[in-house]
């Protein structure tokens, strides 16, 4: 049988491996995933996490329960070798082996983008995955555990400022979250008040979530501010060294949760592989899908999702490729399932084309922001939009089922 290995199990891997099973017909290919992680992470749900909102082993979806007729394997691929079409895998507890294969499909997805910035890698907690969110929210309660038992004064101004550094939909969705928390903590701590309670949100950039309109965005500031959330735009953090916050504008404070939402980049394994690879590290692809280099494609290799430059036939593409988010991810990965099994059975690949469908993001409990061309919906009803989409967008019946009835719970019983 031919042999179709997949590196990474996020969302374009998962959903590769799902509709190959659905697509493939008995005895016709050998399916194998490979990924350190047992589950992939709907990581649209990672800022609910940080706030309490949902369940953290809700918002993971778990490979070998829904992957049946695929070889899950629990690994690292560390280098590809596609002239030979053979990938080296540090498998989990039993050292490196080498996997040959006939089509190999990289969906390894994406990694924080950082910068040499003093005191970041040291202190800076990233937000990509689930633990990082869970490790989030734990040192929040730890804070207020401490500061509730200090007296008014530096160290308890350390533990309750709270900085997020980039001002994208996972940097403004985590900051709103975070602060949603924080207020509803709040009641638990009678020695507290509402203004010892510092947040700040620190973007290079004139403006905040680029997917949404200006006017959109500026209301997103004022709701944040009149929420005691500062936002400081045009601004670029210095230093980080020891928790204290350097900002470019000359301001300075001490942090001890410091959370890096500073963009993405595709995973830097790729760059231990002979697959060709644009100036920005991502694997450079046609519109099938299928890897190319220049016009010529290569044979057996294809990528999707956030590790890929995949053309964005319709437009809407920022320098001519598909953005990095779930939107594409799930739908690239749908269409490439389709297109390996017709290329086994000797059948035309088809391109890939989406119109987005808008963005929508959650800004803590009972306020979201939706944006689709010139529309607009703000507050209460764009919230129910953003739990509704996401609630039906996570794969799965069985995860759907758990964080509605999470969200029903929460709302009769609170977080």
Wanted: some cysteine; proline content about 4%.
């Amino acid at each position: 049988m031919p042999k179709i290995l997949i590196v990474g199990g996020g969302y374009a891997g998962f959903y590769t491996a799902l509709k190959l099973e659905k697509h493939l017909g008995k005895g016709e290919a050998e399916v194998t995933m490979i990924d350190p992680l047992p589950y992939m992470t709907y990581q649209p749900f990672l800022p609910e996490v940080v706030a309490g909102s949902i369940e953290a082993r809700h918002a993971v979806v778990s490979h070998r329960r829904h992957l049946r007729k695929t070889n899950v394997v629990s690994g690292r691929v560390t280098n590809v070798d596609h002239a030979k079409k053979v990938a080296t895998v540090e498998l989990a507890g039993a050292g490196k082996q080498k996997i040959s294969y006939d089509h190999i499909v990289v969906t390894a997805g994406a990694v924080s983008r950082t910068f040499p910035i003093p005191g970041v890698a040291d202190n800076a907690i990233g937000l990509k995955n689930i633990e990082e969110a869970i490790e989030v929210r734990n040192r929040i309660l730890a804070n207020f555990d401490k500061a509730a038992n200090l007296p008014a004064g530096a160290e308890r101004d350390r533990l309750l400022t709270f900085v997020v550094v980039g001002g994208g939909f996972a940097g403004i969705e985590a900051f709103a979250e975070m602060r949603s928390l924080a207020s509803y903590l709040l009641r638990y701590y009678p020695t507290l008040t509402f203004d010892d309670v510092h947040f700040h949100l620190i973007e290079a950039m004139g403006r905040i979530m680029p997917e949404v309109s200006q006017k959109t965005s500026e209301w997103v500031i004022a709701n944040l501010d009149r929420r005691g959330a500062k936002i400081h735009l045009n601004t670029q953090l210095q230093s980080a060294e020891k928790g204290i916050i350097q900002l470019s504008t000359g301001e300075s404070f001490a942090s001890d949760v410091i959370v890096w939402t500073a963009g993405v980049m595709a995973h830097p394994y790729v760059r231990n592989t002979d697959l060709p690879l644009d100036d920005r590290g991502r694997i450079t692809a046609k519109a099938t899908l299928q890897v190319a280099n220049g016009d010529d494609v290569l044979a057996g290799a294809w990528t999707a999702g956030d590790v890929s430059a995949v053309p964005d036939l319709s437009g809407f593409g920022v320098g001519g490729f598909c953005v990095p988010n779930a939107q594409h991810a799930v739908r690239q990965a749908k269409l490439l399932a389709k297109n390996i099994v017709a290329e086994l059975r000797g059948e035309g690949v088809k391109e890939y084309f989406h119109k987005p469908l808008g963005a929508v993001a959650g800004l803590g409990i009972g306020v979201g922001v939706y944006q689709w061309k010139k529309l607009s919906v703000k507050g209460l009803i764009a919230w129910f939009m953003h739990r509704g989409y996401h609630g039906l967008a996570i794969p799965m019946w069985e995860r759907k089922i758990r964080v509605f009835a999470g969200w029903i719970w929460n709302f009769l019983l609170r977080r």
